[in-house]
C-alpha cells in the first residue's frame, strides 16, 4: 500500500474512526518489522499534532512499587503483633493481592521499558572513546569515554528538548525560532537549561560540574537539602557538586580548557594525583596503586595530548619523575 494512504488510515485509526476491516488491514501491515517503526513515529507525529495527557510512567511505576512495599512492611508488623496465626482466609487474600499486584508491576515495567526504548536512543561510549553527536535540533554534543546520552529518537517536542547524561560531554545548543528551552538533566538532580550557548558537563559518581564558555545558562539542582533553582550562570562559571551533594560555585580564567578532552587534550594546573587517578579510572577502566603514598600528595602541572591511555600514563609518569608498571587493568606507580 502508497505510504501516503497508509499513513492517512493510520491517522484516522489514531482518532478512532477506522472500521474493522481498516483495522485488519493495519494489523497485517504491522507484521512486517520495518512498518512497525513507521507506525511509532506516525504515532508520535500524531500525538505531537493532537496533544494528549501523558502519563507519568516514572512516578507511577515507583508509587506502586512503593505502595507494594508499604503494605508488606505493615503485614509484617501486624504479624509481629499478633500472637496466634493469621486467619487463612486473610492470608489467601493478601497473597491474591500481592500476586496481582507484583503482575501489573511486572506489565507496567515492561511496557514503560518497551516504549522509553522505542520513543528514545541512547548512545553509549566505551572506554578511551570519544564520539561527536548532531542531535535532531542540530545541536552538537561531544560525548566523553565511558559517558552515555539519552534522547528523543523521532526528534523533541514543541515545548522544550531534552536529554539525559551520564559521564561527561561537551554542549554546543543550536537556538530555535520558538525559543525552546534546551535542558541536561543528570542522575545526581542537576539540571542546565539553556537557549543557545556552549558548555561542558561532567557528572561521575565522584561529582558533578557545569562549565559555561559561551551564552549563558540557568541551572537547577534538586539533591540538596534545600533547592537551587534558577541559578544564572556567565561564560567563565562553573558550579561543582561533591559526592556528598554540597554545592559551590567558582570563576575559571579559561573555560574553554574544561571541553579540550575532545581533541585528546589534557591540561592540569596543580592537579591532585587523586583527581588523575580517578581520571584514569572513569576514562580508561584502569586502577591504579600508589605504591608510595606520597606520591598521592603531589600535582601535576602541564598541557599535553594523549590520544590513548598509554601516551596519557607515559606523560604523567614524567611530569611526576615517577615509574609505572601495568598489568591487564591495575596500574602502579611508583619511585
Do not use: C
Amino acid at each position: 500500500m502508497n505510504k501516503a494512504i497508509m499513513k492517512e488510515l493510520l491517522f484516522a485509526h489514531f482518532s478512532g474512526r477506522s472500521t474493522a476491516l481498516q483495522r485488519t488491514t493495519i494489523a497485517d501491515w504491522l507484521q512486517q518489522p520495518e512498518n512497525q517503526l513507521l507506525y511509532v513515529a506516525w504515532l508520535d507525529e500524531w500525538e505531537r499534532q493532537h496533544l494528549q495527557y501523558m502519563a507519568e510512567e516514572e512516578e507511577a511505576l515507583a508509587l506502586l512499587h512503593e505502595r507494594i512495599e508499604a503494605w508488606d512492611q505493615q503485614q509484617n508488623m501486624e504479624e509481629a503483633d499478633e500472637s496466634t496465626e493469621l486467619p487463612v482466609r486473610r492470608r489467601f487474600a493478601f497473597t491474591q493481592w500481592l500476586a496481582a499486584a507484583s503482575v501489573v508491576l511486572v506489565l507496567v515495567a515492561g511496557m514503560y521499558a518497551g516504549r522509553s526504548y522505542i520513543f528514545y536512543q541512547t548512545i553509549e561510549t566505551a572506554f578511551g572513546e570519544t564520539r561527536q553527536l548532531t542531535l535532531p535540533d542540530g545541536s552538537q554534543v561531544s560525548l566523553n569515554a565511558h559517558s552515555s546520552l539519552r534522547f528523543p529518537r523521532f526528534g523533541f517536542g514543541p515545548r522544550s528538548r531534552v536529554v539525559w547524561l551520564t559521564g561527561e560531554a561537551a554542549f554546543s545548543v543550536q537556538h530555535t525560532p520558538t525559543h525552546q528551552r534546551f535542558l541536561v538533566k543528570t542522575a545526581r538532580g542537576v539540571q542546565v537549561e539553556v537557549l543557545g550557548t556552549e558548555f561542558n558537563v561532567f557528572d561521575r559518581p565522584s561529582g558533578t560540574k557545569v562549565i559555561l564558555s559561551k551564552g549563558a545558562i540557568q541551572l537547577n539542582y534538586t539533591g540538596a537539602k534545600k533547592a537551587v533553582r534558577g541559578l544564572r550562570l556567565k561564560p567563565g562559571d562553573a558550579v561543582n557538586v561533591d559526592a556528598k551533594g554540597n554545592l559551590t560555585q567558582m570563576r575559571i580564567d579559561e573555560p574553554e580548557v574544561s571541553s579540550a578532552w575532545k581533541e585528546h587534550r589534557f591540561n592540569f594546573n596543580s592537579t591532585p594525583v587523586r583527581e588523575i587517578v580517578e581520571l584514569l579510572h572513569d576514562n580508561y577502566n584502569l586502577r591504579v596503586v600508589l605504591k608510595n603514598q606520597e606520591i598521592g600528595e603531589r600535582t601535576v602541572t602541564g598541557s599535553f595530548q594523549a590520544d590513548n591511555s598509554d601516551e596519557f600514563l607515559q606523560v604523567v609518569a614524567e611530569l611526576l619523575e615517577i615509574n609505572y608498571k601495568q598489568k591487564d587493568s591495575t596500574v602502579t606507580f611508583f619511585e
